[in-house]
């Protein structure tokens, strides 16, 4: 069954501070890996989309990275903004049309 | 804005009744994708339209079932309401498809069974 992982559940960060978001995964075969940000009851908004052949892809303060061989990727946020306060999903694609989800990370943001 | 938009925001039902929830689709996406968001989980797939035929599937029972238009938005219908169906429905539009073409969500239908 294809599976994705992701930790920490939630974490609380300063203003201003540095955190990271990891996923680990089993679909195979794999297409594309994605990160969306997700606020409370409105709809994800994608952050970022690697293939295999990538391994870093920045959009603003958010980094994420891919290991293709380890099956992880982490996302990194960088001077973190109380606008951040939201829940990161991690989401694999196989190839086919169906996308495998994660749970999601929420991460608070405080002052 | 993603330019996908969804109605009812919010509804309530009671068991047994059914619901139909509606979708439009980004301008020149041909692909929409529904997905069910139980509270403090990740999006599940329910099923996708490609060109007005379903072409993907999830583990949900039949009477979970789709359109899509001509225009390409599309509906949702649940039939027999249980509790469990509480969720947010999300619907996502792309171009090719799900698996490889960026998704664009709507913001979601809260429903409510009771």
């Known amino acids: 069954k294809n599976q994705v992982e992701q930790s920490p559940q939630s974490l609380i960060i300063l203003e201003g501070k540095n955190c990271t978001l990891q996923c680990n995964y089993t679909v195979s075969p794999f297409s594309n890996l994605r990160w969306y940000k997700q606020d409370t009851g409105r709809g994800p908004v994608s952050l970022t989309i690697m293939t295999f052949s990538e391994n870093t892809k920045s959009n603003g303060r958010y980094t994420a990275t891919l290991d293709a061989d380890t099956k992880q990727s982490s996302l990194h946020i960088t001077a973190s903004q109380l606008s951040d306060s939201a829940s990161y999903i991690c989401?694999?694609?196989?190839?086919?049309?169906?996308?495998?989800f994660g749970a999601g990370t929420t991460v608070t943001v405080r002052a | 804005e993603t330019g996908v938009t969804q109605s009812p925001t919010h509804l309530i039902k009671t068991r047994g009744q059914q619901v139909t929830l509606r979708c439009s689709s980004q301008?020149?996406?041909?692909?929409v994708s529904w997905y069910q968001q139980a509270l403090g989980q990740g999006p599940q797939f329910i099923f996708q339209?490609?060109?007005?035929?379903?072409?993907g599937r999830g583990n949900f029972p039949p009477r979970f079932s789709g359109l899509q238009f001509p225009n390409y938005s599309s509906e949702l219908n649940v039939n027999a309401l249980e509790l469990d169906d509480s969720a947010l429905y999300l619907c996502?539009?792309?171009?090719?498809?799900?698996?490889?073409?960026?998704?664009?969500f709507g913001e979601g239908s809260r429903l409510t069974v009771l």
């Open positions: 301008s020149g996406h041909n692909t």
């Open positions: 996502a539009s792309s171009t090719p498809g799900a698996s490889t073409g960026e998704l664009f």
């Open positions: 989401v694999v694609s196989g190839g086919d049309y169906k996308l495998s």
């Open positions: 339209y490609y060109r007005e035929e379903e072409n």
